[in-house]
């Protein structure tokens, strides 16, 4: 199975911050890397596929970069409704495998 | 719209057996690989089972390897996870999963708690 490291485990941050999440794979994936966000009692929801698409309806202020092993999401501008824990997730090869989560909280 | 909605979670003692449910609807259900994906209380995501569209490629993990079997029933567009020999370390908000190349498509979730 492929495995991701995700970091920093969780930020404190304030409005109006840029923030950085980074995401690194144990083989190269291309760019078969999707980003998740997910509140408290809710299922996870889906703001980045292909590492740099943006799903319709996420604010322009999510994107993604990066391919083959190194990848990052950055918001940038964090707006109160940002906080919440952040998922990468590998659709490169069977299991689909997730990084830890990065929980980002209010400075 | 695709809508997967789950049920079948509860309480169960250790070593009791529990059977989720997960009816899709808003897309051509035999198409497409299933999944069943958890998530225990403050934790991360983990796949522990999914089933090719024939039902023909299963795969489990490790940790449930054995104990739990995951079907599906496509004439009733429905996914199903069978819970044997449940552990407290089960205990987890279970979700069904439809992997797409566009990212996943979840359900709200099912959450089954392993007590005595």
């Known amino acids: 199975d492929i495995q991701m490291t995700q970091s920093p485990s969780s930020l404190s941050a304030s409005v109006g911050d840029r923030v950085t999440i980074t995401c690194r794979t144990s083989?190269?994936?291309?760019?078969?890397l999707n980003w998740y966000q997910q509140k408290p009692g809710k299922a996870p929801n889906l703001l980045i596929f292909?590492?740099?698409t943006l799903q319709s309806g996420v604010p322009s202020r999510f994107s993604g970069s990066g391919s083959g092993t190194d990848f990052t999401l950055t918001i940038s501008s964090l707006q109160r409704e940002d906080f919440a824990t952040y998922f990468c997730?590998?659709?490169?090869?069977?299991?689909?495998?997730f990084g830890q989560g990065t929980k980002v909280e209010i400075k | 719209e695709v809508q997967l909605v789950e049920s079948g979670g509860g309480l169960v003692k250790p070593g009791g057996s529990l059977r989720l449910s997960c009816v899709g609807s808003?897309?051509?259900?035999?198409?497409?690989?299933m999944s069943w994906v958890r998530q225990a209380p403050g934790k991360g995501l983990e796949c522990v089972s999914s089933?090719?569209?024939?039902?023909?490629?299963?795969y489990y993990a490790d940790s449930v390897k054995g104990r739990f079997t995951i079907s599906r029933d496509n004439a009733k567009n429905s996914l199903h996870l069978q819970l044997n020999s449940l552990r407290v370390e089960d205990t987890a908000v279970y979700y069904c999963?439809?992997?797409?190349?566009?990212?996943?498509?979840w359900g709200q979730g099912t959450l089954v708690t392993v007590s005595s």
């Open positions: 997730q590998q659709s490169y090869s069977a299991p689909r495998t």
């Open positions: 083989q190269s994936i291309s760019t078969y």
């Open positions: 999963a439809r992997p797409g190349p566009r990212g996943d498509y």
């Open positions: 089933i090719s569209s024939s039902s023909g490629d299963i």
């Open positions: 808003g897309f051509i259900f035999n198409n497409y690989i």
């Open positions: 292909g590492a740099s």
